[in-house]
């Protein structure tokens, strides 16, 4: 993997309502929808890290189970339909990963409350985006799993489950592209 420089643009949004208790214990929502192999976390995975097995409800019926990518490079992103860099930074992504067959891309969308899934769905269809998404809940189950502090927070995740790079904030398309060709 190259030397391709990442860089993180602050103007991302806080994600409110995630504060850790990092007391140790594995996550598991109050709803038993969203399950994480971890304890919540006080900051990002760093490279070399794993990132941790889950399972979450899929945008639109079904689950999204991390183990499905093992064996494959993977781009996955955190994000919240209310952050307006978030907005801008999928379709980017979208298209980048257009040209990256070899490189899944997968969402998580977290900061969700009751009645906006709908909205988020609407948000992918108008924008032609078809990479799967799995929901967070309302607890914030895996956004503390995996220390967002800001969105959009993207985590490039080499074949073998380990974090390459992290990314928070909008980036500039030169730079996810580079990123995604050091997974590739």
């Not at 038993?32 to 399972?55: C, D, I, K, N």
């Not at 183990?67 to 860099?85: A, F």
């Not at 990963?97 to 900061?111: E, H, M, R, Y």
């Not at 985006?129 to 967070?136: E, S």
Request: proline residues 5%; hydrophobic residues 40%.
């Amino acid at each position: 993997m190259g030397g391709v420089a990442a860089v993180a643009v602050t103007c991302g949004v806080m994600l409110l309502g995630c504060a850790t208790d990092n007391g140790g214990s594995t996550g598991t929502s109050g709803s038993g929808r969203v399950r994480v192999a971890g304890p919540a976390r006080t900051s990002l995975f760093e490279p070399g890290e794993e990132v941790p097995s889950f399972s979450a409800p899929a945008l639109g019926g079904g689950r999204i189970e991390w183990e499905t990518y093992r064996g494959r490079p993977v781009v996955l992103v955190l994000w919240m339909l209310s952050c307006p860099h978030c907005r801008a930074e999928l379709p980017v992504l979208a298209s980048v990963a257009k040209d990256f067959t070899n490189v899944a891309l997968v969402a998580i969308t977290c900061g969700i409350g009751q009645g906006e899934l709908s909205s988020v769905e609407e948000y992918m269809e108008d924008g032609g985006l078809t990479f799967p998404v799995a929901v967070d809940d309302e607890s914030d189950t895996l956004a503390r799993a995996f220390g967002i502090r800001y969105v959009p927070t993207i985590y490039f995740v080499e074949s073998d489950g380990r974090v390459f790079r992290v990314v928070e904030g909008e980036s500039p398309e030169a730079t996810l592209r580079g990123l995604f060709e050091a997974l590739d």
